[in-house]
């Protein structure tokens, strides 16, 4: 397995853990750095088992493919990803009396919500 597909097998199993992130990832041939944006910033900066989760995939990721990097970023981040390979993004959804949302799968791992606003006709 190259390093591209380790980290969306990875991605994709964080994802499944955390659902609310969001990863969007773009590989820099010249230092050889897997730069991976993460979103919402709260939980990238704050929430301590997705941090271990991070530290985790770094340290093994390491291991295994050096002399090649990672580089999480948040979307404030100096390092910006402009034309991202690949995004993750998986969604929890709420269901309410007055919507239904409709989920499609527009790639293996890339997921899109449509929502339509239904209203009761009052006679």
Same mark, same amino acid.
């Given at each position: 397995m190259n390093s591209k597909d380790y980290l969306?097998?990875?991605?994709?199993?964080?994802? =499944?853990?955390?659902p609310e992130l969001t990863f969007r990832y773009q590989f =820099?041939? =010249?230092t050889?750095?897997?730069?991976?944006e993460v979103k919402p910033l709260e939980t990238y900066q704050t929430n =301590?088992?997705?941090?271990?989760y991070e530290a985790e995939l770094m340290f093994n990721f390491e291991n295994e493919f050096f002399p090649e990097t990672i580089l999480f970023v948040s979307e404030d981040s100096l390092t910006q990803i402009t034309e991202p390979e690949f995004t993750i993004q998986k969604q929890i959804f709420v269901s309410s009396p007055l919507k239904s949302n409709y989920l499609f799968e527009l790639e293996k791992d890339l997921f899109c919500v449509a929502t339509e606003i239904n209203y009761a006709l009052a006679a």
């Open positions: 969306k097998k990875k991605l994709n199993e964080i994802s =499944n853990v955390f =820099n041939e =010249n050889k750095t897997h730069i991976i =301590n088992d997705y941090i271990k």
